[in-house]
């Protein structure tokens, strides 16, 4: 049987009609291509995630949200239908390049509703965030009251302060955060991705002597001061949150490191023993990871 390069080609042909309108954020062309597909190759798999995305161009609004409820609908549909779709149309990070538009239409919309704890997915500052406007998160959060107190606002300022600036700029956040939110301290680890410190994440999952649960990474800021003592001038900027044990023992660790370099024995011995009684294992951290000529002060302080 001879090939027929033209009608078995035609189906991929049709296919990128469709995509060439989508790129073009063109929904009336879209639809047109997606239906002379559907007419002539009905059985077409490719329909169903062009569907979902076509049905997405035609939907789109610029009617403020008047209720949490509906920026939440939104927000779900289009992250349960439409991004996955997306997904097997573009490859790779374009996908994430076509969405941003109309993640940031969304974040227009929601931009009138006030912070609600309970619908938090639903503020603007997420949003901004899914469409890589850092700038714009940022000051979506900066309107909120406290929102240095709340987990899910300190997140978002945190991501957003971390892709405007750099890792530096964000270690603070990143440090009150594990206090005040591991899950969440966690969750934004994934997203990040940051080399740096991934490797602390794996060097401490896998020497931190803890309970094994995500809460262990309230100790996090503490532990890593243990490994990288350079970070104390960062860490310091970190602004009181609970004033919980895991919190305290990070500044006990800044309290060592300073009386380390001032070369206070006594004070040393004194203030070890409170590190001790907040956390066996993060007190063996501290002990048996030698920072630098500091090793030879603490052995020698015994």
């Known amino acids: 049987m001879q090939l027929d390069i033209f009608n078995d080609s035609r189906d991929v042909m049709l296919r990128n009609d469709v995509l060439s309108m989508l790129q073009q954020y063109d929904a009336a062309g879209a639809r047109r291509a997606l239906q002379t597909l559907a007419n002539e190759y009905p059985d077409d798999v490719a329909q169903v995630y062009f569907g979902s995305i076509v049905d997405a161009l035609e939907g789109r609004l610029t009617v403020p949200f008047d209720r949490h409820e509906a920026a939440l609908q939104a927000r779900q549909s289009r992250s349960h239908e439409v991004q996955p779709a997306v997904a097997r149309v573009f490859p790779g990070q374009s ?176 203030t070890r023993r409170e590190l001790q009684a907040l956390n066996t294992a993060l007190y063996a951290a501290y002990m048996g990871c030698p920072q630098d000529s500091d090793f030879f002060v603490r052995q020698a302080s015994w």
């Open 95 to 270: 996908g994430a390049t076509w969405l941003a538009p109309l993640w940031a239409e969304l974040a227009g919309r929601a931009a009138a509703l006030p912070f609600r704890a309970d619908h938090a997915d639903a503020h603007a500052a997420p949003l901004f965030l899914l469409a890589a406007r850092w700038a714009e998160a940022s000051d979506a959060v900066s309107r909120i009251a406290s929102w240095r107190r709340i987990p899910a606002p300190l997140c978002w300022m945190a991501e957003a302060r971390y892709r405007l600036d750099g890792l530096d700029a964000a270690w603070p956040l990143l440090v009150e955060l594990a206090w005040l939110s591991p899950s969440r301290f966690d969750q934004l680890l994934s997203r990040l991705g940051d080399a740096c410190v991934n490797t602390l994440r794996r060097n401490f999952d896998t020497s931190f002597d803890g309970a094994g649960d995500i809460d262990d990474l309230a100790w996090f800021p503490a532990w890593v001061l243990t490994e990288k003592a350079g970070l104390a001038p960062l860490f310091k900027q970190a602004e009181p949150s609970r004033r919980n044990a895991s919190e305290r023992a990070a500044k006990v660790m800044l309290q060592l490191l300073s009386l380390e370099r001032q070369g206070r024995h006594r004070d040393l011995l004194e």
